[in-house]
């Protein structure tokens, strides 16, 4: 069920109108609030039963011992500046959060103290429970805390004057608007002591689903044992699922992810990490004051000093050291009475939080009665609508108080990340790394705007400074099919271009290797020569010059000699060829018509000639086949020794 949105017009007032899970909050007038009036009331005051729903003393931040004091203070305000006296019905349980207790002391003080407004309970389980019994009662809940809930729009008479995970996160998600980023990992402890990082996460789980990104959960659970192996195992999964990654868990765990995370390389501007702490109690507790998230005196020191760069802090921008806060704290001590029950009295955000939550209440009641309307219990609830969607100038520590259609307070946040800054100091004890960098503010973000206001740039990581990408060019684990076929392309192509390479390799190789075989062959054939080409100037023995006034030389049968063959500066015969004249059997006669046989011929000495203008030795030689080789050479005038001077009328031609 939504509470219905409320357009109030009193003394010139315009309120606001305000849609639950509104994906922008609308900006709100800072003149149209409603302030407080010193002035002196005639009538008598408004008096209001109020039942406070608290635990009793506990390990909580708001059990009603810490929260009396601030309460005690409220109401003698309400009655001294808007004429409303409340007239507290304490129902307090016994321990820290626990639903039956805060059901049963509510139903009490409904049915039987004739409540018409309850105030608690602090628990968001136990305030949850207490909604659903309200609701049923048509009885105003009015609470400083209850922030784990996205928003009270289902519960009609639900205000809220504390954070809540809903504006939280509204945050968040305008950081992601600026940064255009999609989708985001979610890792979050799971502690049935502890529901904090449980509720935070299904709270942002769901406002990512309304907002149309994409969450992507991993809960682990409190008692598991937590080790560097476990870490790893998680940010394998983290690495393939988004570059953006919320951590909802206690700090020792989240610093010892971060350490493995440095050491795996996923602190180089790949990745954003984002925590929460809210209350700057844990990793921000000691900002100005030289204590840092990541220190805690041991061996990783220095390795956890560098992975906290990458680490962006979500926190309150309200600071309980500001000096509006010390003020407000200094006031509430003062009026504090003295309760054996009281542990050391604890002045903390939830107690301004429920101070804010009674004031806010008195002031919705004295807009009724200026307007000539009546307080009573049959219009009590009717009362508690109106202070809805309207921004309040209570002049406490809190400033300006914007309430969204919801009756939920629309808080302002701040994002810090870690950089050098004049303050950062040397490490005195000289542990390895020299400088000590703080957090500092980067952004703050105004619940009544809804933008992302940055004060400083980001430091950004990465080679190139650039903000973490929503998603790799080629997906989270490389298996987008764009890249996958460009792949495919690339090696195609590099398979390609390798098998021409080897063809062209082997054909280059053919074609070397036929070309030295060709160089070869024309080696031989540049001496290679016909009888034609041979000039005889003499001959040795009984081998006379064959008609010394041709150029041709005839064989006993007419035919001539096809080839003879000159080798290494010496003209040789082909033996193939040779052999192949001389099978003929045939002669050659000389001038004197002696025969000359194969056997005799193949006796003769050497001839002198000239060949192709140069003069040469021709001897027949018999080898089977000629290679221009100094050894074939060698066996051709083996045994036969040769002046000097023969020499120098050889010339190989290559």
Known sequence: MFRPNVYLFIGGILSASFHMRAATQQLVDPFDVITTRARVFNSPPVVVQMGVILSSVGTLPYDYYKMGPAINMAVERAL???????????????????????????????VVNNASVILGPACTSDMIAVAR??????????????NLLDASGMWPYVTRTGYNTFTQWTFFKSICDRFHWRTVFILSEEDPLNTFYKLSADGLINFMRDAKMTPVSYPFKSKDA??????????????????????????????????????????????????????????????????????????????ASTAFRVLFILSLRQS???????DFEAQVRARMKTNSRTPPLEVNYYSRCFYDAVLVYAAAMQLAVDAGGTVTPDNA??????????????????????????GDKLEDYQLLQMQPTNNSKTDPADTGFDVYEPFVVVAEYYGYRGNYEPLRPVRWLSADGRPVANRPECGFDGSDQKCIAEARRVLGAALGGAIAAIILAVFLGIAVNRLLIWRVEINNLDWVAAWVDIYIHQRSNSLRSINSGQHSVQLMNGEKATEMVVQAGILQFAQKRIRSAMSLEKS?????????TNASMMKTSTIVATFRGTQVLVRPCMVEHVELTSGSMSSCWENTALEEHWKMYFKMKR
């Open 133 to 146: 019994l309200t609701t049923f009662y048509s009885v105003a809940l009015i609470t400083g805390a209850g």
């Open 80 to 110: 001294r500046d808007y004429n409303i006296r409340f007239n507290l019905i304490l129902s307090i349980y016994d321990g820290d959060c626990s639903e039956t207790g805060a059901l049963g002391q509510t139903a009490t003080a409904i």
């Open 588 to 596: 050659t006669r000389d001038s004197k018509g002696t025969r000359i």
């Open 320 to 326: 309980t050291k500001s000096t509006d806060f010390k």
């Open 381 to 406: 609830v009717a009362i508690g609508r109106l202070f809805n969607n309207n921004t309040y100038n209570l002049t406490s520590s809190s400033g300006m108080i914007f309430l969204d259609g919801n």
């Open 226 to 303: 937590f080790s560097f192996r476990a870490a790893e195992n998680i940010l394998d999964v983290a690495a393939v699922s988004a570059r953006v990654i919320v951590l909802l868990m206690s700090v020792p765990k989240m610093r010892q992810l971060l350490v493995q995370a440095q050491r795996r390389g996923m602190c180089n501007g790949d990745y954003a990490f984002f925590a929460v702490d809210i209350l700057k109690v844990d990793m921000l507790q000691g900002i100005g004051e030289g204590s840092y998230g990541w220190q805690t005196n041991d061996i990783y020191d220095q390795e």
